[in-house]
């Protein structure tokens, strides 16, 4: 059946270091299909054996970034949605420990009738139906599959396998491979070298597979000459060696600077296609705007995980989402909250010296707990906007619980199991979970809000559909004492009555939700939380939209 679809596969894979940037290439080159009018989606094929990232360390993996559907997956399905308007589900995201579990779960059923299992065809063919799957989906014109690590790694040679019988299968007009590679500059002699490049595509055809594209992650544009090296070693026309160039502004120009190296018309061209015009609909306007601020504003984020720039991706692009909305440009002031643990009310005030926001996102476990919780009282002490997600919105119903409520020792079982105030905890479903991955509230679940509260208004809306990831809820026991005390329950779940989202009447800006609105974010949607957040952080800065000083 597979045969005689029209879909068509674009295959990318890595050479010679991690990190050089394939998931924005690829959520790039799907951004510049759909500009040219084709259906896409994008799967990533990860090769470690874990089932999926969602019981990693962020230190390990970066944020773990949730479907609709409620699947923990790699960050490049963030970018993949953000660049795009795929609608990615767990289909989308396929590990190693994924394919073989499946297989091993067959075997021991008695589905191979007694036949040897082996690496091919059993692995392979099941990598391949992933693959198959998504693609008989939402009549697609384009399936882009990105593979992770790169090439030489044992652990991905069972995709790489698989991708090779692809192309045998389905032949060259249905079927392009483009490898990206590092070029390196030695900066002593400022030269460019092309042999790294070299070993890595001898490498990917030793195992079958020749690049119809080589992307060279390269410092500055390649000269021609250098591409004709390329392309003479490395058996591509010279025209396919696209340079991938640094950026020295936003990431959400790379699809820019692909368009102007010709990725995108190579591409159509391969399957004998015609180019024609681009419609980039509008991500002109959020270029526009991202490159010409009018404001500038400064936002704190609050984490544990926060030497690692990927452990919050989402929010970081959210943040930037909802600034160009404003006309702003957007300076992250990224504080560690174990820093200011133990700091006294004068310290914390230099802590935030200057900061027009407050946020405090998600995240897992005991440490620099009480530091986000000092941050949340800062901002709402000193009627700073405040923004919580998920464990930011747990502090934040700590904090009010101590400072407020009266309910001192007030805090979550997470962290506390003999609190005598649990305003946070486990609900009885959850209590006798023993496995960790995959058994959160996970994915998009209702939420109805209350009517005249703030978050309604900011929504426009009665209810959402919003992406969770998380085990603990606020007790429902304690929603009176709450309210009496002035803190107003915004939203929540219908079926069993958890608290969604919280905010202070009559502060500045001070909302926080259990969900992620992050996930939902994008350059030419905004999340209204995140746009409305920094409104109102740009008032209290007095700039408005006024130009920067």
């Not at 029209?6 to 290439?25: A, E, P, Q």
């Not at 094929?45 to 390990?60: A, E, H, R, V």
């Not at 297989?103 to 040897?116: A, F, K, M, P, S």
């Not at 696209?242 to 018309?265: C, H, K, L």
């Amino acid at each position: 059946m597979m045969a005689e679809s029209r879909v068509k596969f674009i295959f990318v894979t890595g050479g010679v270091c991690s990190s050089l940037g394939k998931g924005i290439s690829v959520a790039s080159l799907g951004m510049l299909l759909e500009g040219h009018g084709y259906r896409i989606s994008i799967i990533k094929m990860d090769p470690y054996l874990n089932i999926d990232p969602g019981t990693m360390s962020p230190f390990q993996h970066g944020e773990v970034y949730v479907t609709e559907d409620g699947a923990e997956t790699d960050l490049d399905l963030g970018y993949y949605e953000r660049f795009t308007s795929s609608k990615l589900s767990r289909k989308n995201s396929v590990s190693t420990g994924q394919i073989y579990n499946t297989v091993i779960q067959r075997e021991r059923r008695g589905d191979y009738l007694g036949r040897t299992v082996q690496v091919i065809p059993h692995i392979t063919n099941e990598i391949k139906k992933r693959i198959f799957d998504v693609a008989a989906d939402d009549n697609l014109d384009f399936v882009l599959v990105e593979i992770g690590g790169t090439v030489g790694d044992i652990e991905s040679i069972p995709f790489l396998e698989s991708i090779r019988q692809i192309r045998h299968e389905l032949g060259r007009r249905r079927v392009m491979n483009v490898h990206l590679t590092l070029v390196p500059t030695i900066a002593v002699a400022g030269e460019q070298k092309t042999k790294p490049t070299q070993h890595s595509v001898k490498e990917l055809m030793q195992l079958g597979i020749i690049p119809d594209v080589l992307l060279a992650r390269v410092q500055k544009p390649m000269e021609s000459e250098m591409k004709a090296k390329i392309a003479l070693f490395c058996n591509v026309s010279e025209r396919n060696v696209i340079s991938a160039e640094d950026i020295a502004g936003s990431i959400y120009e790379i699809p820019y600077m692909f368009q102007r190296n010709g990725f995108d018309v190579i591409t159509l061209e391969h399957f004998n296609l015609n180019p024609g015009q681009i419609n980039p609909g509008k991500w002109d306007t959020f270029i526009e705007r991202l490159r010409n601020p009018l404001a500038r504003v400064r936002i704190a984020v609050v984490g544990k995980y926060i030497t690692l720039n990927d452990a919050y991706r989402s929010v970081y692009d959210a943040l930037v989402h909802g600034a160009v909305a404003n006309n702003a440009e957007l300076d992250i002031v990224k504080i560690d909250s174990e820093d200011i643990e133990s700091c006294d009310d004068n310290s914390v005030l230099s802590v935030f010296d200057g900061v027009n926001g407050i946020l405090v996102p998600g995240g897992f476990g005991n440490r620099g707990i009480e530091g986000k919780i000092a941050a949340v009282s800062h901002a709402r002490k000193n009627n700073i906007p405040f923004f919580g997600i998920c464990l930011g919105m747990q502090c934040a119903v700590i904090e009010f619980a101590r400072n407020v409520c009266g309910l001192a020792g007030a805090n979550s079982t997470e962290f506390d199991p003999s609190t005598p105030y649990p305003v946070i905890s486990l609900l009885e479903e959850q209590e006798v979970v023993a496995e960790k991955g995959g058994t959160m509230r996970l994915g998009a679940y209702h939420c109805e809000f209350t009517r005249g509260s703030r978050i309604a208004s900011i929504y426009g809306r009665e209810s959402v559909m919003e992406r969770h990831r998380h085990r603990f809820e606020f007790t429902t026991k304690y929603r009176q004492v709450f309210e009496n005390n002035g803190m107003l329950i915004g939203g929540v779940y219908p079926r069993n009555n958890l608290v969604e989202t919280v905010e202070i009447p009559g502060h500045e800006w001070f909302v926080a939700t259990q969900y992620h609105p992050e996930f939902k974010s994008k350059p030419v949607s905004p999340h209204p939380l995140f746009r409305d957040f920094i409104r109102a952080a740009l008032e209290r800065c007095g700039q408005g939209c006024n130009p920067c000083e």
